[in-house]
Protein backbone atom coordinates (compact mmCIF):
# COMPACT_ATOMS: atom_id res chain seq x y z
CA UNK A 1 0.00 0.00 0.00
CA UNK A 2 0.88 3.44 -0.62
CA UNK A 3 2.15 5.86 2.00
CA UNK A 4 -0.38 8.67 0.99
CA UNK A 5 -3.19 5.44 1.04
CA UNK A 6 -1.82 5.24 4.67
CA UNK A 7 -2.42 8.61 6.00
CA UNK A 8 -6.94 8.39 6.10
CA UNK A 9 -6.43 5.47 7.88
CA UNK A 10 -3.57 6.15 10.28
CA UNK A 11 -5.62 9.42 10.80
CA UNK A 12 -9.02 7.65 11.59
CA UNK A 13 -7.41 5.21 14.24
CA UNK A 14 -5.03 8.35 15.77
CA UNK A 15 -9.01 10.22 15.69
CA UNK A 16 -10.60 7.15 17.71
CA UNK A 17 -7.51 6.54 20.24
CA UNK A 18 -7.99 10.25 21.56
CA UNK A 19 -11.94 9.64 22.00
CA UNK A 20 -11.09 7.46 24.24
CA UNK A 21 -12.08 8.49 27.47
CA UNK A 22 -8.77 7.82 29.85
CA UNK A 23 -10.10 5.52 33.02
CA UNK A 24 -10.89 7.89 36.24
CA UNK A 25 -10.95 6.39 39.59
CA UNK A 26 -14.29 4.73 39.98
CA UNK A 27 -14.85 3.69 36.94
CA UNK A 28 -15.63 -0.14 35.78
CA UNK A 29 -14.18 -2.78 35.33
CA UNK A 30 -12.27 -1.78 38.76
CA UNK A 31 -9.59 -4.13 39.43
CA UNK A 32 -7.87 -5.66 42.50
CA UNK A 33 -4.92 -7.65 41.99
CA UNK A 34 -4.15 -9.37 45.72
CA UNK A 35 -0.38 -9.63 45.35
CA UNK A 36 0.85 -11.46 48.45
CA UNK A 37 2.96 -14.31 47.15
CA UNK A 38 5.94 -13.55 45.74
CA UNK A 39 8.05 -11.12 47.07
CA UNK A 40 9.83 -9.26 43.47
CA UNK A 41 8.21 -6.28 43.84
CA UNK A 42 11.49 -4.53 42.91
CA UNK A 43 11.18 -6.24 39.84
CA UNK A 44 10.36 -2.88 37.09
CA UNK A 45 7.96 -5.23 35.17
CA UNK A 46 5.95 -6.53 38.18
CA UNK A 47 5.59 -3.09 38.66
CA UNK A 48 4.58 -1.80 35.29
CA UNK A 49 1.73 -5.27 35.65
CA UNK A 50 1.09 -4.16 39.38
CA UNK A 51 0.21 -0.17 38.31
CA UNK A 52 -2.50 -1.14 35.54
CA UNK A 53 -4.92 -2.37 38.88
CA UNK A 54 -6.75 0.20 40.64
CA UNK A 55 -6.26 -1.46 43.93
CA UNK A 56 -3.96 -3.97 44.74
CA UNK A 57 -2.82 -5.92 48.46
CA UNK A 58 1.07 -6.74 48.39
CA UNK A 59 2.78 -8.73 50.92
CA UNK A 60 6.29 -6.83 52.52
CA UNK A 61 7.86 -8.55 55.37
CA UNK A 62 10.15 -6.84 58.07
CA UNK A 63 13.05 -6.40 56.46
CA UNK A 64 12.31 -6.65 52.76
CA UNK A 65 15.22 -5.35 51.34
CA UNK A 66 16.25 -7.45 47.81
CA UNK A 67 18.77 -4.67 46.41
CA UNK A 68 20.09 -3.17 50.00
CA UNK A 69 18.41 0.41 49.29
CA UNK A 70 17.77 2.76 51.99
CA UNK A 71 14.10 3.01 51.89
CA UNK A 72 13.35 -0.80 49.90
CA UNK A 73 9.66 -0.41 50.53
CA UNK A 74 8.93 3.27 50.19
CA UNK A 75 10.92 2.78 46.64
CA UNK A 76 8.46 0.60 45.33
CA UNK A 77 5.25 2.32 46.73
CA UNK A 78 6.37 5.51 44.97
CA UNK A 79 7.27 4.19 41.72
CA UNK A 80 3.89 2.75 41.63
CA UNK A 81 2.36 5.67 42.21
CA UNK A 82 4.70 7.24 39.93
CA UNK A 83 3.11 4.90 37.04
CA UNK A 84 -0.57 5.12 38.38
CA UNK A 85 -1.13 8.19 40.70
CA UNK A 86 -4.77 7.01 41.02
CA UNK A 87 -3.26 3.13 42.63
CA UNK A 88 -4.40 2.40 45.94
CA UNK A 89 -1.81 -0.06 47.87
CA UNK A 90 -2.61 -2.33 50.79
CA UNK A 91 -0.25 -3.77 53.12
CA UNK A 92 -1.22 -7.45 54.33
CA UNK A 93 -1.56 -7.95 58.06
CA UNK A 94 -2.84 -10.95 60.28
CA UNK A 95 -4.16 -11.47 63.35
CA UNK A 96 -5.40 -15.53 64.10
CA UNK A 97 -2.33 -16.85 64.07
CA UNK A 98 1.22 -16.54 63.52
CA UNK A 99 4.67 -18.63 62.93
CA UNK A 100 6.33 -20.08 66.13
CA UNK A 101 10.04 -20.57 64.37
CA UNK A 102 11.74 -17.32 63.44
CA UNK A 103 13.95 -18.66 60.59
CA UNK A 104 10.49 -18.91 57.97
CA UNK A 105 10.36 -15.35 57.92
CA UNK A 106 11.90 -11.94 60.40
CA UNK A 107 8.81 -12.84 63.13
CA UNK A 108 11.18 -13.00 66.35
CA UNK A 109 9.50 -9.89 67.69
CA UNK A 110 6.20 -11.65 67.28
CA UNK A 111 6.94 -15.03 69.16
CA UNK A 112 8.97 -13.29 72.10
CA UNK A 113 5.44 -10.77 72.91
CA UNK A 114 3.07 -13.89 72.14
CA UNK A 115 5.38 -16.65 74.41
CA UNK A 116 6.42 -14.46 77.08
CA UNK A 117 2.74 -13.53 77.06
CA UNK A 118 0.61 -16.06 76.71
CA UNK A 119 -1.19 -15.17 73.88
CA UNK A 120 -0.85 -19.06 72.28
CA UNK A 121 -4.24 -20.58 72.02
CA UNK A 122 -3.69 -23.75 73.88
CA UNK A 123 -6.11 -26.15 74.02
CA UNK A 124 -7.12 -28.19 77.29
CA UNK A 125 -3.83 -30.47 77.47
CA UNK A 126 -1.59 -27.13 77.07
CA UNK A 127 -0.82 -27.60 73.42
CA UNK A 128 -0.79 -24.82 71.07
CA UNK A 129 -3.48 -25.41 68.10
CA UNK A 130 -3.01 -25.08 64.56
CA UNK A 131 -5.68 -24.54 61.44
CA UNK A 132 -3.09 -24.17 58.96
CA UNK A 133 -0.20 -26.54 59.36
CA UNK A 134 1.10 -26.03 55.55
CA UNK A 135 1.66 -22.05 56.63
CA UNK A 136 3.32 -23.56 59.54
CA UNK A 137 1.58 -21.33 61.90
CA UNK A 138 -0.48 -21.53 65.20
CA UNK A 139 -3.29 -20.02 66.87
CA UNK A 140 -3.34 -16.88 68.77
CA UNK A 141 -6.05 -15.84 71.73
CA UNK A 142 -7.37 -12.49 70.57
CA UNK A 143 -10.23 -13.02 72.95
CA UNK A 144 -10.55 -10.67 76.36
CA UNK A 145 -9.95 -13.52 78.04
CA UNK A 146 -6.16 -14.02 77.34
CA UNK A 147 -3.45 -11.61 79.69
CA UNK A 148 -2.68 -8.35 79.14
CA UNK A 149 0.99 -7.07 78.71
CA UNK A 150 2.93 -4.99 80.91
CA UNK A 151 1.42 -2.11 79.01
CA UNK A 152 -2.13 -3.05 79.20
CA UNK A 153 -2.20 -4.45 75.85
CA UNK A 154 -3.57 -8.15 75.06
CA UNK A 155 -2.22 -9.47 71.51
CA UNK A 156 -4.93 -7.70 69.20
CA UNK A 157 -3.99 -3.81 70.75
CA UNK A 158 0.24 -5.14 70.33
CA UNK A 159 -0.26 -6.46 67.09
CA UNK A 160 -1.77 -3.11 65.71
CA UNK A 161 1.23 -1.38 67.38
CA UNK A 162 4.21 -3.58 66.32
CA UNK A 163 2.56 -3.49 62.25
CA UNK A 164 1.84 0.01 62.15
CA UNK A 165 5.21 0.16 63.56
CA UNK A 166 6.97 -1.34 61.26
CA UNK A 167 4.76 -0.91 57.67
CA UNK A 168 2.37 2.11 57.99
CA UNK A 169 3.86 4.94 60.08
CA UNK A 170 7.09 5.07 57.82
CA UNK A 171 5.28 4.61 54.64
CA UNK A 172 2.07 7.12 53.98
CA UNK A 173 2.44 6.01 50.65
CA UNK A 174 -0.08 3.10 51.89
CA UNK A 175 -4.03 3.84 51.38
CA UNK A 176 -5.19 0.55 52.97
CA UNK A 177 -4.47 -2.05 56.05
CA UNK A 178 -5.20 -5.34 54.84
CA UNK A 179 -6.24 -8.17 57.77
CA UNK A 180 -6.43 -11.14 56.59
CA UNK A 181 -8.60 -13.85 57.96
CA UNK A 182 -11.80 -11.97 59.13
CA UNK A 183 -13.85 -14.92 60.16
CA UNK A 184 -17.04 -15.29 61.86
CA UNK A 185 -15.98 -17.94 64.08
CA UNK A 186 -13.20 -19.58 64.98
CA UNK A 187 -11.86 -22.29 63.04
CA UNK A 188 -10.28 -24.64 65.78
CA UNK A 189 -11.12 -25.61 69.07
CA UNK A 190 -9.42 -24.42 72.47
CA UNK A 191 -10.04 -23.82 75.78
CA UNK A 192 -10.93 -19.67 74.77
CA UNK A 193 -11.64 -18.83 78.58
CA UNK A 194 -9.04 -20.18 79.88
CA UNK A 195 -11.09 -22.60 82.55
CA UNK A 196 -9.25 -25.77 81.59
CA UNK A 197 -11.54 -27.24 79.10
CA UNK A 198 -11.84 -27.27 75.72
CA UNK A 199 -14.48 -24.96 73.94
CA UNK A 200 -16.60 -25.67 70.88
CA UNK A 201 -15.81 -23.63 68.60
CA UNK A 202 -19.65 -23.47 67.52
CA UNK A 203 -20.57 -21.64 71.19
CA UNK A 204 -22.43 -18.73 70.27
CA UNK A 205 -20.82 -17.34 73.62
CA UNK A 206 -17.09 -18.46 71.89
CA UNK A 207 -17.76 -16.87 68.26
CA UNK A 208 -19.21 -13.40 69.94
CA UNK A 209 -15.72 -13.03 71.82
CA UNK A 210 -13.75 -14.28 68.70
CA UNK A 211 -15.14 -11.50 66.73
CA UNK A 212 -15.13 -8.74 69.64
CA UNK A 213 -11.03 -9.76 69.72
CA UNK A 214 -11.07 -9.10 65.93
CA UNK A 215 -12.92 -5.49 66.64
CA UNK A 216 -10.91 -4.31 69.16
CA UNK A 217 -7.59 -5.50 67.13
CA UNK A 218 -9.60 -2.67 64.18
CA UNK A 219 -10.09 0.08 67.39
CA UNK A 220 -6.51 -0.64 67.88
CA UNK A 221 -5.61 0.28 64.02
CA UNK A 222 -8.15 3.51 64.41
CA UNK A 223 -5.79 5.08 67.43
CA UNK A 224 -2.45 4.43 66.25
CA UNK A 225 -3.02 5.62 62.12
CA UNK A 226 -6.94 6.99 62.61
CA UNK A 227 -7.74 7.64 58.52
CA UNK A 228 -6.40 4.88 56.82
CA UNK A 229 -9.13 2.21 55.95
CA UNK A 230 -8.99 -1.46 57.10
CA UNK A 231 -10.18 -4.06 54.78
CA UNK A 232 -10.55 -7.32 55.71
CA UNK A 233 -10.75 -10.82 54.49
CA UNK A 234 -13.83 -11.95 55.29
CA UNK A 235 -15.26 -15.40 55.61
CA UNK A 236 -19.21 -13.87 55.67
CA UNK A 237 -21.45 -11.86 54.81
CA UNK A 238 -20.23 -9.36 58.07
CA UNK A 239 -23.94 -9.79 59.07
CA UNK A 240 -22.55 -10.60 62.87
CA UNK A 241 -23.34 -7.61 64.72
CA UNK A 242 -20.04 -7.15 66.17
CA UNK A 243 -19.01 -6.86 62.02
CA UNK A 244 -21.66 -5.14 61.06
CA UNK A 245 -19.98 -1.76 59.67
CA UNK A 246 -16.95 -1.92 60.96
CA UNK A 247 -14.75 -2.14 58.08
CA UNK A 248 -13.86 0.12 55.49
CA UNK A 249 -13.68 -2.47 52.54
CA UNK A 250 -13.69 -6.46 52.42
CA UNK A 251 -12.26 -9.07 50.24
CA UNK A 252 -13.85 -12.29 49.34
CA UNK A 253 -11.58 -14.91 48.63
CA UNK A 254 -12.70 -17.64 46.18
CA UNK A 255 -15.78 -16.33 44.77
CA UNK A 256 -15.48 -18.33 42.39
CA UNK A 257 -13.38 -20.58 40.45
CA UNK A 258 -12.40 -23.13 44.07
CA UNK A 259 -13.44 -26.06 44.89
CA UNK A 260 -15.17 -24.45 47.71
CA UNK A 261 -16.07 -21.28 46.48
CA UNK A 262 -19.66 -20.80 47.26
CA UNK A 263 -20.49 -20.96 43.60
CA UNK A 264 -19.19 -24.51 42.72
CA UNK A 265 -20.67 -25.60 46.89
CA UNK A 266 -23.92 -24.09 46.36
CA UNK A 267 -24.94 -22.07 43.14
CA UNK A 268 -24.39 -18.48 41.34
CA UNK A 269 -27.50 -17.05 43.07
CA UNK A 270 -25.77 -17.72 46.46
CA UNK A 271 -22.72 -16.44 45.77
CA UNK A 272 -24.42 -12.93 44.15
CA UNK A 273 -26.45 -12.55 47.42
CA UNK A 274 -22.74 -12.91 49.21
CA UNK A 275 -21.33 -10.45 47.11
CA UNK A 276 -24.39 -7.93 47.91
CA UNK A 277 -25.02 -8.69 51.63
CA UNK A 278 -21.20 -8.01 51.71
CA UNK A 279 -21.39 -4.58 50.46
CA UNK A 280 -24.73 -3.99 52.60
CA UNK A 281 -22.39 -4.31 55.68
CA UNK A 282 -19.84 -1.90 54.86
CA UNK A 283 -19.82 1.47 54.43
CA UNK A 284 -21.19 3.31 50.87
CA UNK A 285 -18.29 3.64 48.72
CA UNK A 286 -16.28 0.55 50.35
CA UNK A 287 -13.91 -1.10 48.17
CA UNK A 288 -15.37 -4.49 48.47
CA UNK A 289 -12.72 -6.90 45.93
CA UNK A 290 -14.36 -10.41 44.35
CA UNK A 291 -11.94 -12.96 44.13
CA UNK A 292 -11.96 -15.65 41.45
CA UNK A 293 -9.23 -17.69 40.75
CA UNK A 294 -8.91 -19.48 37.28
CA UNK A 295 -6.33 -20.41 33.89
CA UNK A 296 -5.62 -17.78 32.15
CA UNK A 297 -7.10 -18.74 29.06
CA UNK A 298 -10.16 -19.87 30.15
CA UNK A 299 -12.10 -16.58 28.50
CA UNK A 300 -15.79 -17.98 29.29
CA UNK A 301 -14.89 -18.51 32.61
CA UNK A 302 -13.46 -14.85 32.84
CA UNK A 303 -16.24 -13.37 31.04
CA UNK A 304 -18.93 -15.13 33.59
CA UNK A 305 -17.20 -14.21 36.68
CA UNK A 306 -16.12 -10.66 35.53
CA UNK A 307 -19.74 -10.21 34.24
CA UNK A 308 -21.15 -11.18 37.67
CA UNK A 309 -19.09 -9.21 39.46
CA UNK A 310 -20.10 -5.99 37.21
CA UNK A 311 -23.43 -6.24 37.86
CA UNK A 312 -22.91 -4.56 41.35
CA UNK A 313 -20.37 -2.23 42.48
CA UNK A 314 -17.15 -3.99 43.55
CA UNK A 315 -14.03 -4.64 42.46
CA UNK A 316 -12.95 -8.10 40.15
CA UNK A 317 -10.06 -9.46 41.45
CA UNK A 318 -8.15 -12.34 39.21
CA UNK A 319 -5.78 -14.95 40.53
CA UNK A 320 -3.80 -17.30 37.77
CA UNK A 321 -4.61 -20.72 39.68
CA UNK A 322 -1.12 -22.05 39.27
CA UNK A 323 0.61 -19.50 40.61
CA UNK A 324 -1.76 -18.01 43.10
CA UNK A 325 -1.58 -14.34 44.31
CA UNK A 326 1.94 -14.27 42.44
CA UNK A 327 1.16 -12.16 39.37
CA UNK A 328 -0.99 -10.34 37.15
CA UNK A 329 -2.95 -11.91 34.36
CA UNK A 330 -4.20 -9.19 32.02
CA UNK A 331 -7.77 -9.73 29.79
CA UNK A 332 -8.92 -7.99 26.84
CA UNK A 333 -12.01 -6.65 28.57
CA UNK A 334 -9.81 -5.10 31.78
CA UNK A 335 -8.97 -2.67 28.81
CA UNK A 336 -12.71 -1.35 27.80
CA UNK A 337 -13.19 2.02 29.04
CA UNK A 338 -16.83 1.23 30.41
CA UNK A 339 -16.72 4.64 32.83
CA UNK A 340 -19.42 4.65 35.02
CA UNK A 341 -22.90 2.84 35.75
CA UNK A 342 -25.40 3.95 33.81
CA UNK A 343 -28.00 2.09 35.93
CA UNK A 344 -27.75 0.31 39.39
CA UNK A 345 -27.00 -3.27 40.18
CA UNK A 346 -30.17 -5.11 38.72
CA UNK A 347 -32.35 -7.06 40.89
CA UNK A 348 -33.80 -9.40 38.36
CA UNK A 349 -32.94 -10.72 35.19
CA UNK A 350 -33.13 -8.46 31.73
CA UNK A 351 -34.63 -10.69 29.21
CA UNK A 352 -34.74 -14.47 28.65
CA UNK A 353 -32.72 -15.82 31.69
CA UNK A 354 -30.08 -13.06 31.17
CA UNK A 355 -28.97 -10.31 33.62
CA UNK A 356 -27.70 -7.04 32.19
CA UNK A 357 -26.26 -3.76 33.26
CA UNK A 358 -25.46 -0.50 31.60
CA UNK A 359 -22.49 1.65 31.47
CA UNK A 360 -21.40 4.87 29.70
CA UNK A 361 -19.17 2.48 27.64
CA UNK A 362 -20.86 -0.25 26.94
CA UNK A 363 -23.07 -2.93 28.32
CA UNK A 364 -22.26 -6.20 30.36
CA UNK A 365 -24.53 -9.54 29.70
CA UNK A 366 -24.49 -12.30 31.67
CA UNK A 367 -26.14 -15.40 31.34
CA UNK A 368 -26.13 -17.88 34.94
CA UNK A 369 -27.98 -20.55 33.53
CA UNK A 370 -27.01 -24.00 32.58
CA UNK A 371 -28.81 -23.73 29.08
CA UNK A 372 -27.48 -21.08 26.27
CA UNK A 373 -29.95 -18.25 26.10
CA UNK A 374 -30.78 -15.81 23.58
CA UNK A 375 -31.23 -12.04 23.21
CA UNK A 376 -32.32 -9.21 21.45
CA UNK A 377 -30.06 -6.36 21.61
CA UNK A 378 -31.21 -2.49 20.43
CA UNK A 379 -29.32 -0.85 17.96
CA UNK A 380 -26.37 1.06 19.06
CA UNK A 381 -23.64 -1.55 20.19
CA UNK A 382 -21.22 -3.83 19.14
CA UNK A 383 -18.49 -6.37 20.15
CA UNK A 384 -14.96 -4.93 20.84
CA UNK A 385 -12.66 -6.07 18.82
CA UNK A 386 -9.70 -8.73 20.79
CA UNK A 387 -7.01 -10.80 20.41
CA UNK A 388 -7.29 -13.43 22.87
CA UNK A 389 -10.55 -14.43 22.12
CA UNK A 390 -11.60 -13.50 18.53
CA UNK A 391 -14.26 -15.67 17.51
CA UNK A 392 -16.41 -14.04 20.29
CA UNK A 393 -15.02 -10.46 20.52
CA UNK A 394 -14.84 -9.63 16.74
CA UNK A 395 -15.68 -6.60 16.58
CA UNK A 396 -19.08 -7.15 14.94
CA UNK A 397 -22.44 -5.17 15.32
CA UNK A 398 -24.51 -6.99 18.06
CA UNK A 399 -27.99 -6.77 17.46
CA UNK A 400 -28.94 -11.01 18.46
CA UNK A 401 -27.01 -13.11 20.07
CA UNK A 402 -26.59 -16.35 22.02
CA UNK A 403 -25.16 -16.26 25.29
CA UNK A 404 -23.69 -20.11 26.34
CA UNK A 405 -24.13 -21.37 29.54
CA UNK A 406 -22.62 -19.92 32.64
CA UNK A 407 -21.03 -17.22 29.87
CA UNK A 408 -20.99 -13.26 29.46
CA UNK A 409 -19.96 -10.99 26.91
CA UNK A 410 -19.11 -6.63 27.24
CA UNK A 411 -20.62 -5.09 24.13
CA UNK A 412 -19.46 -1.68 23.55
CA UNK A 413 -21.47 1.49 22.29
CA UNK A 414 -21.01 2.26 19.09
CA UNK A 415 -19.24 5.96 19.02
Known sequence: MKKHRLLPLLAALACLVSEAPAKQPGDFPRLLGMNIGKKHYDDPTYQAALAKLDVVILGFYPGWNPRQEADPIGNVLRQLKHLNPAIKIGQYTILNETYDDPTIVPNADVIEAVNGNHWWLLNAAGQKVQWTPKYHTWEINNTEWAPRDAHGDRYPQWRAKRDNRIFFQPHAEFDLWYVDNVMWRPRVTGDWDHDGKNDDRNDPRIQAAYRRGMV???????????????????????????????????????????????????????????????????????????????????????????????????YFSFSEKTVGYSSVTWFDEFDLPLGRARTGPPTSAWQNNAWRRDFDGGIALLNPTDSPVTVEIEPGFHRFRGHQDPAINNGEAAARLTLPKKDGIILVRDR
Open 216 to 314: SHWAAIRQVHPNLPIMGNTDSDLSAPEFRQKLDGGFIEGWMGKAWSIEQQKDWSAAMILYRTTLSNLPKGAILGVNVAGAENDYRFLRYALASCLLDDG
